[in-house]
């Protein structure tokens, strides 16, 4: 029964869910053999038809799903072009989903016949980029040009030229640069993400020195917060004497006046 004939076209059973059939227009039958058919089914060759559902998302209408339940009785929300496109060979094999998307000839989504489905390389949704520039821009990465130059040439965000670095754009969706870590245990969530930018050095244990501003009497955004925490020589550079004066304070109240309770830190580094 992996074929059947309905409603004048041909049905092919789907692939990881046996108790449906899907048509060459990509209408979904349930079609499970063996079910105690009721006297409404009784005689038919399928129990009934599933609904697509088309949404609407940003004022653009959405590919159609389906909820369908796999061999194993979980229900899944499925999207309905790609078991049309791997039933009647538009593919091979199931689609890639990160590399491939599926296109329509006609350019209507609700026209699902394995005839005007097309596949195509995904497109990175409001990227200026194509593959080749992203090449491009990872050979300069490479080369050690500044961030803020490529973006320039690319005419994209510095922002963007970073997340291509790091892979989180164009990649794999993994970073490749691990985010950094505390060198130890805080259970402050916000102080422990903020030290964890700091340069760390191994001390001597035992050793403790609040935080201080260094300031560069030269260059008034020279200005360096340092301080020894826990065996660890901790300091980060910071442009903005009023903020780091602001931080070395709730630092100071946090790790050197364990009584005093710090509600504050700022979100970003200036």
């Known amino acids: 029964m992996?074929?059947?004939?309905?409603?004048?076209?041909?049905?092919?059973q789907i692939v990881d869910f046996e108790r449906y059939h899907i048509s060459e227009s990509g209408r979904i039958y349930r079609t499970e053999?063996?079910?105690?058919?009721?006297?409404?089914?009784k005689g038919r060759v399928f129990i009934n038809e599933n609904k697509i559902h088309f949404r609407f998302q940003n004022d653009k209408l959405r590919q159609g799903f389906a909820s369908l339940i796999d061999t194993d009785g979980?229900?899944?929300n499925i999207a309905v072009a790609p078991l049309v496109a791997l039933a009647?060979?538009?593919?091979?094999?199931?689609?890639?989903?990160?590399?491939?998307?599926?296109?329509y000839k006609d350019g209507n989504k609700k026209n699902l016949h394995y005839s005007n489905l097309l596949i195509v390389e995904k497109k990175h949704t409001n990227s200026k980029l194509n593959r080749e520039d992203v090449k491009h821009i990872k050979k300069q990465i490479k080369l050690g040009i500044p961030l803020r130059r490529i973006a320039w040439i690319f005419g994209v965000s510095e922002m963007q030229i970073n997340r291509i670095k790091t892979g989180e754009n164009w990649g794999n969706g993994k970073r490749k640069i691990k985010a950094p870590v505390a060198p130890f245990e805080i259970k402050d969530g916000r102080i422990r993400k903020y030290i964890a930018t700091f340069e760390k050095k191994k001390t001597i244990d035992g050793?403790?020195?609040?935080?201080?501003?260094?300031?560069?009497?030269?260059?008034?955004?020279?200005?360096i917060i340092v301080g020894i925490v826990n065996g660890y020589k901790l300091s980060?550079?910071?442009?903005?004497?009023?903020?780091?004066?602001?931080?070395?304070?709730k630092l100071n109240m946090y790790f050197f006046d364990l009584k005093t309770e710090i509600n504050i830190l700022p979100n970003k580094r200036s």
């Open 207 to 223: 050793i403790k020195k609040p935080f201080i501003v260094k300031r560069n009497p030269s260059k008034s955004t020279d200005n």
């Open 236 to 249: 980060l550079k910071h442009t903005n004497i009023t903020r780091a004066k602001y931080i070395v304070e």
């Open 33 to 41: 053999i063996g079910k105690k058919r009721t006297w409404r089914t």
């Open 88 to 103: 009647f060979g538009v593919i091979s094999e199931k689609l890639d989903t990160k590399k491939k998307s599926i296109d």
């Open 74 to 76: 979980k229900l899944h």
């Open 2 to 12: 992996d074929k059947i004939i309905l409603n004048n076209e041909e049905c092919c």
